[in-house]
């Protein structure tokens, strides 16, 4: 009964390979995001998803691909990895009814990407 | 520019005593501030927000908060503490669609 499930947990992988990370959430929300946490355990938002539809895409670059199939799902494709990807990325989801901005995120277990 | 601080990188505290942790926002307009902790290997959990009305909120396993406006803080408490509350914990403000901004993080050491 997970309410917003990442995998992998873990993901180990070298310089210049491709990996992709699915986030799934059972809650009905209509607003996912994916989060990178990094090793001082500083979170900044990467994208926002309300309804299938891209609301923010922060300054990540073009490498990082989200793609929503559906309002429950949000998967995060990452092209040729480097280094400095390695870090913590955390899916979360919300409800926005009525545009009132002050659902809390909801977020899942992460999964800690390691690039070598 | 909006921002959210949280001075203390650690607070250090002896079980049953109280605790607090702080949280300063600059933002502009009426801000949503949250709370959320950060257990080893685990997603963030939500504690508790501020939207409008009393300063004194009251969220889960015991934690309050109290918002002041003319400080602009929103710091994060509890009358007693227990060894299990020891975790990361972020401040975050809300303040248009979607846009969550989290401070830097405090992390709780409760000492038996």
């Known amino acids: 009964d997970t309410a917003v499930s990442q995998t992998p947990k873990y993901l180990v992988t070298q310089m210049g390979n491709d990996k992709s990370i699915k986030c799934e959430q059972n809650?009905?929300?209509?607003?996912m995001y994916w989060y990178k946490q990094d090793s001082k355990k500083f979170l900044k938002i990467m994208f926002s998803?309300?309804?299938?539809?891209?609301?923010i895409n922060e300054t990540v670059p073009n490498r990082f691909s989200p793609k929503s199939p559906d309002k429950a799902h949000l998967n995060l494709h990452i092209n040729s990895l480097e280094l400095g990807d390695s870090a913590v990325y955390f899916c979360?989801?919300?409800?926005?009814?009525?545009?009132?901005?002050?659902?809390?995120?909801?977020f899942g277990n992460g999964t800690r990407l390691t690039v070598t | 520019a909006q921002s959210v601080a949280q001075p203390e990188d650690q607070v250090n505290v002896a079980e049953g005593n109280p605790l607090t942790v702080k949280c300063t926002y600059s933002?502009?307009?009426?801000?949503?501030l949250f709370w959320y902790v950060q257990y080893p290997n685990r997603g963030l959990q939500f504690l508790l927000k501020?939207?409008?009305?009393?300063?004194l909120v009251k969220g889960s396993y015991g934690f309050e908060a109290e918002f002041n406006k003319s400080q602009t803080s929103f710091h994060l408490k509890k009358p007693s503490a227990l060894v299990s509350d020891s975790a990361l914990y972020f401040c975050?403000?809300?303040?248009?669609?979607?846009?969550?901004?989290f401070g830097s993080g405090t992390k709780l050491n409760v000492k038996p």
């Open positions: 809650l009905g929300h209509d607003t």
């Open positions: 975050a403000v809300r303040f248009y669609f979607n846009k969550f901004y």
């Open positions: 979360a989801s919300s409800q926005e009814v009525g545009g009132s901005y002050n659902s809390p995120l909801h």
């Open positions: 933002v502009s307009g009426n801000p949503y």
């Open positions: 501020y939207i409008t009305g009393d300063n």
């Open positions: 998803y309300n309804n299938k539809e891209l609301i």
